[in-house]
C-alpha cells in the first residue's frame, strides 16, 4: 500500500463546478504539500499544510491531522485549472513521498 | 527573484552513456532534491544535498549520484543509462529547516 493515496485517479467536471481531490496519508508528518503540474511537467507548490486550512484565490486546502487526511477545493473551475494534482508529504527536511496524482478536466 | 533552474529542459542519449543535469536552487535556498518522475507516476526521491554533502538517498543504484557545490547548485550524474531511465528528472529546493519547497520545471530525459 503507498503511503500516500489519492482519489479520485481522474476527474472531468464542466466548467463552473466545485471540484474535491482527497489524500490520505499513512506515516507522521510535518507538512503536507499540494502541487500542480502541467503538461511539460513544471511543478507549481500551491500550498503547504500541518493544521487546519489555507485559501488562496479560488483554491482551499484543508488537513486532518488526527485522521491524516486533506482535501484540496477549487471553486467556480475553469479549464485553465485542467492539470495533474499531487499530494505530497514530508517529515522535517526529510525527503518528500509523492502521491500518484489526480488528473483533472474542465470541459468549458 | 529566479526560482529553481534546471538544464537542459530536454535531452536524448544512447543507453550505456551517461549524462549529467543541472540544478540552480532558488535564492536563499541551501538544499537541493532529485526526484524521477516516470511517466503517470509521482515523483521518486532520488536523494539530497546540503552542505556539499549526500544527507539522504532513496532507492536508487550506485549509477545515480551527485554534487552539490559551495554556491549550493547541484548536479545528478546518471552512469550506464538504461531505457528505464527514460523520465522527467526534478529538481526542488529549500532552505533547511524549512519545508517550503520550490520545484524546477525538470528535465526530461529519453534513453533510445
Known amino acids: 500500500k503507498n503511503e500516500v493515496e489519492q482519489s479520485p485517479q481522474n476527474l472531468t467536471a464542466q466548467e463552473g463546478e466545485f471540484i474535491t481531490i482527497n489524500c490520505s496519508y499513512s506515516v507522521g508528518i510535518s507538512a503536507l504539500h499540494w502541487l500542480q503540474q502541467h503538461p511539460g511537467g513544471g511543478i507549481v507548490s500551491l500550498f503547504m499544510?500541518?493544521?487546519g486550512k489555507k485559501k488562496h484565490g479560488r483554491l482551499i486546502a484543508t488537513i486532518n491531522i488526527q485522521e491524516k487526511h486533506s482535501s484540496l477545493h477549487i471553486t467556480a473551475s475553469h479549464p485553465r485549472d485542467s492539470a495533474v494534482y499531487i499530494c505530497a508529504v514530508g517529515f522535517g527536511n526529510e525527503k518528500l513521498t509523492f502521491g500518484t496524482g489526480t488528473r483533472l478536466t474542465i470541459i468549458p | 527573484d529566479a526560482g529553481v533552474t534546471q538544464s537542459p529542459t530536454h535531452l536524448i542519449k544512447t543507453r550505456g552513456q551517461q549524462v549529467t543535469l543541472r540544478c540552480s536552487p532558488k535564492s536563499g535556498h541551501d538544499t537541493v532534491s532529485w526526484y524521477q518522475q516516470a511517466l503517470g507516476q509521482g515523483p521518486q526521491f532520488i536523494f539530497q544535498?546540503?552542505?556539499?554533502?549526500?544527507?539522504q538517498r532513496g532507492n536508487f543504484p550506485d549509477r545515480f549520484s551527485g554534487h552539490q557545490f559551495p554556491n549550493y547548485s547541484s548536479e545528478l550524474n546518471v552512469n550506464a543509462l538504461l531505457l528505464g531511465d527514460s523520465a522527467l528528472y526534478l529538481c526542488?529546493?529549500?532552505?533547511?529547516?524549512?519545508?517550503?519547497?520550490?520545484f524546477g520545471s525538470g528535465t526530461r530525459l529519453t534513453v533510445v
Open positions: 544535498y546540503y552542505e556539499e554533502e549526500e544527507r
Open positions: 526542488a529546493s529549500n532552505r533547511s529547516p524549512n519545508y517550503g519547497y520550490t
Open positions: 499544510l500541518s493544521s
